[in-house]
């Protein structure tokens, strides 16, 4: 499975971006849940999100009621639509795959950074 994040950038507190994973390669179909990590400086990837094939979902509680975690799973696709973003959001966003329902991931994307300014 590989994982391609995309959609960081640069916005002013109060703003919003919108991530999108697209996994690709041999095992997707076996995909369970998706979910998005951020790491900032100096501190450990934390989790943001997650979304299972069924639609369940899970959020830590810094970004509950900020940020929504979707997916297209025609398209094997998530989204992670961030409002309201915090300069405390400021971190490298991961995504990953796993083949458990919400169990640590078996593959990684490649970080999309976000950086919110005050």
């Known amino acids: 499975v590989q994982l391609q994040a995309s959609g960081g950038g640069l916005v002013q507190a109060g703003g919003s971006l919108r991530l999108s994973c697209v996994a690709s390669?041999?095992?997707?179909?076996?995909?369970?849940?998706i979910a998005w990590y951020r790491q900032a400086p100096g501190k450990q990837r934390e989790l943001v999100a997650a979304v299972s094939v069924g639609g369940g979902t899970s959020y830590a509680d810094s970004v509950k009621g900020r940020f929504t975690i979707s997916r297209d799973n025609a398209k094997n696709t998530a989204y992670l639509q961030m409002n309201n973003l915090e300069p405390e959001d400021t971190a490298v966003y991961y995504c990953?795959?796993?083949?458990?329902?919400?169990?640590?991931?078996?593959?990684w994307g490649q970080g999309t950074l976000v950086t919110v300014s005050s």
């Open positions: 990953g795959a796993s083949f458990t329902i919400f169990s640590k991931p078996h593959a």
């Open positions: 390669g041999g095992g997707i179909f076996s995909i369970n849940t």
